[in-house]
């Protein structure tokens, strides 16, 4: 099963917003509840910050936010500030037990 | 608070076998499904297998790129995971993080990891 597409990098300005879209097919984020997206910083481990599509865990701020249209899910980190410079992971399930991710896109806050 | 904490990693030869484990702590470990997840220097994040509770018949499912080499197995009285490797290859050099597996968590997300163990391939 291949990777869920996501563009290499993305950025934007500290207080500015920037999304970041996963692409995948009608059997995976098409047809799935479950996406989730993690956050990364380097030589640390992966944080969830969005999963279910729409949902934040306790503790990590609203001015992250999920969405998803047809087969692309996106997430949106709103008033950007230089701690949310990070390398992003979505992540869907893909059927019979399939967990797939995208391959990463580093944000950069400039 | 959950903690899981790998240990193990190093560096090994193309061919030769290495076992990694998992300390788990902070949850109920004997009802989790737990996953490994690898990450290749520079790359992204690729879901190695799983292997589900002792209730729900610890059986464990690999990605295609590591089945009939690696093995998941758990010792719920240690409270420990771990992935058995062998076979190794070059492609196989990654961090290899302990994770809860999504599959039973109520979030359908991988709620928790581990710092992650480096294993590297080399000849």
């Known amino acids: 099963q291949s990777a869920l597409t996501q563009p290499p990098s993305a950025s934007g300005s500290a207080g500015q917003s920037v999304t970041i879209s996963c692409t995948g097919t009608?059997?995976?984020?098409?047809?799935?509840?479950?996406v989730s997206w993690y956050q990364q910083h380097p030589g640390k481990a992966p944080k969830v910050i969005i999963f279910e599509v729409t949902e934040r865990p306790s503790g990590v701020p609203d001015r992250f936010s999920g969405s998803k249209s047809g087969s692309t899910a996106s997430l949106t980190v709103s008033g950007l500030q230089p701690e949310d410079e990070a390398h992003y992971y979505c992540?869907?399930?893909?059927?019979?037990?399939?967990?797939?991710f995208g391959g990463g896109t580093k944000l950069t806050v400039l | 608070e959950v903690q899981l904490v790998e240990s193990g990693g190093k560096l090994v030869r193309p061919g030769g076998s290495l076992r990694l484990s998992c300390a788990a702590s902070g949850f109920a470990f004997r009802n989790a499904w737990m996953s490994w997840v690898r990450q290749p220097p520079g790359k992204g994040l690729e879901r190695v297998g799983r292997i589900k509770s002792k209730l729900d018949g610890e059986t464990a499912d690999y990605a295609a790129p590591v089945e009939g080499r690696f093995t998941i197995s758990r010792d719920d009285s240690t409270r420990t995971l771990y992935l058995e490797m062998n076979d190794l290859r070059i492609e196989d050099t990654a961090v290899y993080f302990c994770?809860?597996?999504?599959?039973?968590?109520?979030?359908?997300?991988?709620?928790?990891w581990g710092q992650g163990a480096m294993v590297t391939v080399s000849s």
């Open positions: 992540c869907s399930y893909a059927g019979r037990n399939n967990w797939i």
């Open positions: 994770t809860t597996d999504p599959d039973s968590n109520s979030s359908g997300a991988f709620d928790s």
């Open positions: 009608s059997s995976d984020v098409g047809n799935s509840r479950y």
